[in-house]
C-alpha cells in the first residue's frame, strides 16, 4: 500500500505539539518548515495541541508553545489564539476536547470488526515482554483479545471492565513513501495489532492524529524521522477508516556537534557535573529546596523542574546550554537569526546561500532539498549569525530592542539607569555584542548594591593598582576628592577634569587613572569607556565604591607586605 495523492485542493501543513514541556529547537525547526512549505504554497498552517496524555500534559506549556511560535514569526490560519480564543473551521483544536469525535470513528472501526476490545492485564503483557527477550526475539501482541468471542468483549466492555481497544492490522507488508527519505517496506507482521484506545477512554497518539490530520485537511505531514515507523500504523488506519493519505516527510534530528542528540537532559546534565566537581552535598543558600536537591542526588534519572534547575546553575555559576526555544530567546538571540539558523540545519537553499528571512525561506522551501542526515548545531555559528545582525542595526534599532529584552529579563537594570545612562550603556556595547543579553551579563557591576561589590587581586588588577611609582591605589587617592566635589558628574564632565587631573599628575598618561578609575567603579579591569562607566554609576555609588576598593587594596597590601 503506497501513498496516495491527496484530493484536497489546498495544501495544509499542521504543528502539533504535546504540552508536557518548553517547545525543544528541534520542534521549532518543525513547525518552521510545516509553515514555510504551506505559506510558499498559500496554503493553511494549522497549529493542533496533542494532549491526550494526561498525566503529562500541560496547559501553560501548551501557552508557551503559542508564544515561543509568535516570537519566531510563525503566524498560523487555524487553532487556539494567544488570547484564549480559536481561529479556524476545524476545531477544536486540542485533542482532549476532541473525545466525540475520536469515539465515533472508533465505534465504526468495532462496528466493522476491524478493531477490538482487549482485557490483558499489564502484568499478563509484561510476563510476555519478558518471555520474548529471554528468546532473543521481538515482542509481538499475539492477539490474545481474539480470543475471547466478539459478543462476550462487547458485553464485558459495555459493563465497565477495565480494556483498551486495539487495530487489527491487516496481514500484508506496507510500503511507506516519505518525500525526503524514499520508500520502504515493513514486511508482513511487522506491525501488531496496536493500541488504539488507552483503559482510560483516551485514545493513543496513533488513532487520534490519523483522525484530526483527515479532519482537519492537512494534505502534508512534516515530522521527525523518529516517527517514521509510525507511518505504516498510520497508513493502515487512513485506508480502514477511509482517509486519504497525506504526503509524509520525515526530517532529521537536531544533534550536538559532538554528534550526541540535542536533549533538554542536556542541561540536568551540565548542573550535576558542576556539583560533582564543586563536592558539594546540600544545594547552595536560596537555590533550591534541600529536600528537592537531595532526591535528585539519590536519583541519576531524575531531571531538576526548570526553573530549580535555573536556580541552582545560578547559584553554582553555571552556564546552561540553551535547548528550548527559551533558552534562546532569553540569552539574547534575534527571533529572525534563529529562524534561518534553524532552516539551515536540514535544508539547504543552494548557491551556498547562508543568510536569509522567514519571507525567503516561505518563498523558496521545498522537501527536495531537505537533508536526510541528522544536523549539528553549530553554537559559534549562530552567535556569529547573530552579531552579524545586531551590527548591522541602526543605534536606535539597537537601543530599541536591547531595551525590550532588559524590560522582559532585567528589569533591575532599567530601574537603575535613567534613559540617558542606558541610552549611554547601549551605545559604548552595540558594537561588540554578540547577543542581547550580553550588555546585561558584562555589566553585572551597575546592580550590584555598593556595599556588595568585590575586588578580587587578578593579574590585571594587581598591575593597574598595586604595581609601578605611583601606583594606581595612591592616583585613585588622590583624585579622589576632585571627583566627590564634581558638581555635574556627567561623562564629558568628567572627561575634561580627569583628562586635566592626568595632564598634571600623570605626565599626560591618562591610562595611569583610568583603569584604576574602572575597577573601582566595576570591581574588575573591562566596562565601556571609563567617563561613561562613571557618568552610569552616579556619583554617590562611585564615591562609595572607591572608597571600599581603597580599603579593600590597603588591607591586600598590608597582607602582602607581613
Not at 525543544?24 to 493542533?48: E, K, S, Y
Not at 552567535?383 to 529579563?409: C, W, Y
Not at 549611554?424 to 546592580?447: F, H, P
Not at 574588575?524 to 581603597?550: K, W
Request: glycine share 8%.
Amino acid at each position: 500500500m503506497k501513498n496516495q495523492t491527496t484530493t484536497n485542493t489546498g495544501t495544509g501543513t499542521r504543528f502539533a505539539p504535546s504540552p508536557s514541556g518548553d517547545l525543544h529547537v528541534g520542534g521549532a525547526r518543525t513547525a518552521l518548515f510545516c509553515w514555510a512549505f504551506a505559506r510558499g504554497r498559500q496554503g493553511r498552517f494549522v497549529l493542533r495541541i496533542e494532549d491526550t496524555d494526561r498525566k503529562r500534559s500541560s496547559g501553560a506549556a501548551a501557552l508557551g508553545f503559542l508564544e515561543d511560535l509568535d516570537w519566531l514569526g510563525m503566524s498560523w490560519d487555524e487553532g487556539p489564539e494567544l488570547d484564549g480564543s480559536t481561529r479556524g473551521e476545524h476545531g477544536p483544536y486540542f485533542q482532549s476536547q476532541r473525545l466525540e469525535l475520536y469515539q465515533k470513528h472508533l465505534a465504526d472501526l468495532l462496528d466493522r470488526d476491524l478493531a477490538y476490545h482487549a482485557f490483558d492485564t499489564a502484568e499478563e503483557l509484561d510476563d510476555k515482554r519478558r518471555a520474548a527477550r529471554a528468546a532473543k526475539q521481538p515482542y509481538r501482541y499475539d492477539r490474545a483479545g481474539l480470543e475471547v468471542p466478539r459478543d462476550e468483549r462487547i458485553a464485558r466492555a459495555e459493563a465497565g471492565e477495565p480494556h483498551v481497544v486495539r487495530f487489527r492490522t491487516p496481514d500484508r507488508p506496507v510500503v511507506i513513501t516519505d518525500a525526503v527519505l524514499g520508500e520502504a517496506t515493513l514486511p508482513e507482521g511487522e506491525v501488531d495489532d496496536f493500541v488504539i484506545r488507552k483503559a482510560d477512554g483516551y485514545p493513543t497518539y496513533h488513532f487520534a492524529v490519523v483522525v484530526d490530520d483527515a479532519l482537519m485537511e492537512c494534505t502534508h505531514v512534516l515530522r521527525a524521522q523518529e516517527h517514521f515507523n509510525n507511518t505504516a500504523k498510520h497508513l493502515l488506519l487512513q485506508e480502514a477508516l477511509g482517509f486519504p493519505h497525506p504526503v509524509y516527510g520525515h526530517l532529521s534530528l537536531i544533534m550536538n556537534p559532538d554528534g550526541s542528540k540535542m536533549s533538554k537532559r542536556d542541561k540536568d546534565k551540565a548542573v550535576r557535573a558542576a556539583v560533582k566537581q564543586a563536592g558539594i552535598e546540600a544545594p547552595p543558600e536560596g537555590s533550591i529546596a534541600p529536600e528537592v536537591f537531595n532526591a535528585w542526588i539519590a536519583d541519576k534519572k531524575a531531571q531538576l523542574e526548570n526553573t530549580d534547575l535555573v536556580r541552582l546553575a545560578e547559584a553554582l555559576d553555571v552556564e546552561l546550554p540553551e535547548i528550548n526555544v527559551k533558552d534562546f530567546r532569553r540569552s539574547g538571540y534575534l527571533p529572525e537569526v534563529l529562524c534561518n539558523f534553524l532552516a539551515l540545519n536540514g535544508w539547504s537553499p543552494g548557491n551556498d546561500l547562508e543568510k536569509f528571512d522567514n519571507a525567503f525561506l516561505a518563498e523558496h522551501f521545498d522537501l527536495s532539498r531537505v537533508q536526510k542526515t541528522p544536523a549539528r548545531f553549530d553554537r559559534d555559528k549562530l552567535r556569529a549569525f547573530n552579531l552579524d545582525a545586531i551590527q548591522s542595526m541602526t543605534p536606535r534599532e539597537f537601543r530599541d530592542k536591547v531595551h525590550a529584552h532588559g524590560e522582559q529579563f532585567h528589569p533591575e537594570f532599567l530601574n537603575r539607569l535613567s534613559d540617558e545612562q542606558f541610552d549611554m550603556l547601549a551605545e559604548a556595547s552595540r558594537e561588540r555584542s554578540k547577543t542581547l543579553d550580553e550588555l546585561y551579563q558584562g555589566n553585572r557591576w551597575l546592580v550590584v548594591e555598593d556595599g556588595d561589590l568585590s575586588w578580587p587581586i587578578s593579574k590585571g588588577v594587581r598591575k593597574a593598582m598595586l604595581k609601578g611609582e605611583p601606583r594606581g591605589l595612591d592616583l585613585l587617592e588622590q583624585l579622589l576628592p576632585t571627583l566627590a566635589g564634581l558638581e555635574a558628574f556627567t561623562a564629558v564632565a568628567l572627561e575634561g577634569t580627569i583628562t586635566a587631573w592626568a595632564d598634571e599628575h600623570c605626565e599626560g598618561n591618562l591610562g595611569k587613572i583610568a583603569q584604576p578609575l574602572r575597577i573601582a567603579a566595576t570591581g574588575g579591569t573591562v566596562s565601556p569607556p571609563v567617563f561613561d562607566t562613571l557618568a552610569m554609576l552616579g556619583r554617590e555609588s562611585f564615591v562609595a565604591r572607591a572608597n571600599g576598593c581603597i580599603r579593600a587594596l590597603h588591607e591586600h597590601a598590608a597582607t602582602m607586605n607581613t
